[in-house]
């Protein structure tokens, strides 16, 4: 009968035989009980009082000429614990101590370890300076951050989550690669915690961003960015990937920014779709996640905050058989919101409607969205150009950005089609003046042109609000004539409570400039007056400024004074 097979020594064992440190029926022995687990054996060789692990590390260190390092005298956080995947260095029981430009310092119990030592190069792709230290040590140290990782994540996910909300709509080509690390349940279960508390809260965007030290997620909520976690750091890369894999983007490419979408089953008839932005920075990819919420175009034009007059003339626009309706502001003022409105109103059986964006935002059923593909050719202009050849009756452009879109636009508006688009710039008037800049002729400026709205979001005072005492000059300061300050309304400012979070503030309220077009500002477009020449004119025809429109929000104790000077200042 053969005899069982010895196991195979290692060559740590190897050099302790050689050495005399160790028999070899004992480093069997030693071998032959400590087959689960990398530095089982070193423990193994400690736990039977063969050597200790201090004089195991002081000969790994002098036979095999690495330093030796004392790893319970460094503070937790001085670890590069994002330089090597978690599950790497828990299975090889080894931690990262730093890591600079393509090299990390990593710490080690055996160096003669080469299957660690590959698959952590192949992980990294960078180069390793290796360090020595005491294996009992390490293995606390190692076993308490995972155990500290997954505790934070349990903490901040909880139990009340189903995983498969989250869908990934990417076809299963894109899923050559091995995302067994982007399947983490813990992580998965974060981020649709995080996805959902946002749109619980209103907000309309996730930033993920990862610093050197630590990592941290924000949530914009009525225009002011709030901090609402600190995962771990070494998380950074698992919640990028499931990011990307789900959003239909490359997760081995992370030189480059990236641009995907994706989407959060809240039930069968509510779904909720995020744009999703990746940008490489020095520590790591920052994602930010923009909340797509259909529905915010079904509210209708009342809850959007126009006044009684400035809707009027809105709706008597976009009722006109054809005509250029503007809509201008800063990034994140709702114009897209208002556009959409606009659309929602339009969109009939008998309406033909088109739509160019860079991409399409929101997805309304009965409208034909085009999402611009510059590299593909398919730019705004070229959009417009098929939108033409396609019988449109309402055509959309997300932005003007040239000539060449300014002037396809145009011609369409004088040709019998009702053109909406948006510019960026900072009020009504000074958007015919930045269309002439283009290089647009006044007489078509004048002649397509019939209504301009500029817009900016104010922070809508909760129900908590408090009446304040504003000094009189301040009042007439801000804007205020004589004759409104009569003592007929009360100021109010936020208060603070549960609902608001102790903000003062919940939810927003636009505060517009509604400019028609009149025959008298086509003539000062058409014999070349500015944008101060236009804004005297409109303001003699009755149309408020951004400033007065944010002062009759005050009045009506719809926003504080603090927010309307913060939102329109001049």
């Given at each position: 009968m053969a005899a069982n097979p010895q196991p195979a020594l290692s060559?740590?064992?190897?050099?302790l035989i050689q050495h005399g440190r160790l028999s070899e029926a004992d480093a069997l022995a030693c071998t032959a009980q400590a087959s689960d687990g990398t530095n089982a054996f070193i423990l193994e060789v400690a736990t039977r009082g063969l050597m200790s692990t201090a004089a195991i590390a002081r000969f790994a260190a002098d036979t095999f000429g690495y330093p030796l390092l004392d790893i319970a005298a460094f503070d937790k956080s001085m670890f590069a614990s994002d330089a090597v995947?978690?599950?790497?260095?828990?299975?090889?029981?080894?931690?990262?101590?730093a890591k600079r430009q393509n090299r990390v310092t990593l710490v080690i119990a055996d160096p003669s370890n080469m299957r660690a030592l590959d698959e952590i190069r192949f992980q990294t792709g960078m180069q390793l300076d290796l360090v020595i230290a005491e294996a009992d040590k390490l293995k606390r140290i190692a076993d308490a951050q995972n155990e500290s990782t997954e505790q934070t994540l349990k903490e901040l996910t909880g139990d009340e989550f189903d995983m498969d909300l989250l869908k990934d709509d990417a076809p299963s080509e894109s899923k050559e690669e091995d995302t067994s690390d982007v399947d983490d349940a813990p992580v998965v279960k974060f981020i649709q915690k995080v996805l959902i508390d946002a749109i619980n809260e209103g907000a309309s965007d996730i930033h993920f961003e990862p610093y050197e030290k630590y990592y941290r997620i924000r949530v914009r909520t009525d225009g002011v960015l709030r901090e609402i976690a600190q995962p771990p750091l070494v998380l950074k890369e698992k919640i990028a990937a499931r990011i990307k894999v789900i959003s239909r983007l490359d997760i081995s490419?992370?030189?480059?920014?990236?641009d995907g979408r994706m989407k959060l089953v809240l039930s069968k008839n509510k779904a909720i779709d995020f744009r999703v932005s990746t940008l490489p920075t020095l520590h790591g990819e920052k994602i930010v996640m923009r909340i797509l919420d259909p529905s915010s175009a079904m509210l209708g034009i009342d809850a959007l905050g126009y006044e009684p007059d400035q809707k009027k003339a809105l709706m008597e626009a976009i009722e006109r058989p054809y005509g250029m309706i503007l809509v201008t502001g800063p990034t994140g003022s709702?114009?897209?919101v208002s556009l959409y409105t606009c659309l929602n109103l339009l969109n009939k059986a008998g309406v033909n409607i088109s739509t160019a964006e860079d991409p399409a935002e929101i997805n309304l059923p009965g409208i034909n969205q085009v999402n611009v593909n510059e590299k593909a050719g398919l730019t705004f202009s070229a959009a417009l150009r098929s939108f033409l050849r396609q019988d449109p009756d309402v055509i959309m452009v997300g932005e003007i950005r040239d000539l060449d879109t300014a002037e396809i636009s145009v011609k369409a508006a004088q040709t019998g089609h009702l053109v909406l688009s948006t510019l960026h710039t900072n009020d009504a008037p000074t958007t015919l003046e930045r269309l002439k800049n283009m290089g647009v002729a006044p007489f078509n400026i004048a002649s397509s042109v019939?209504?301009?709205?500029?817009q900016r979001l104010a922070r809508r005072l909760c129900s908590c609000k408090k009446p304040v005492d504003i000094p009189l000059e301040a009042l007439l300061e801000a804007g205020f004539s004589p004759d409104e300050l009569d003592g007929s309304?009360?100021?109010?400012g936020p208060g603070g409570c549960d609902r608001c979070k102790g903000s003062g503030y919940k939810g927003r309220v636009g505060i517009y400039q509604v400019m028609p077009i009149s025959e008298e500002i086509a003539h000062i477009i058409m014999t070349g007056g500015n944008s101060m020449d236009i804004a005297a004119q409109a303001e003699s025809e009755g149309v408020r400024d951004l400033r007065k429109s944010g002062l009759l929000k005050v009045k009506q104790g719809m926003t504080s004074l603090e927010e309307v000077l913060a939102t329109t200042n001049e």
């Open positions: 060559g740590f064992a190897r050099a995947d978690r599950k790497l260095m828990q299975k090889h029981q080894v931690l990262a101590l490419e992370k030189r480059i920014p990236q709702g114009k897209t019939i209504l301009i709205t500029a309304w009360q100021p109010y």
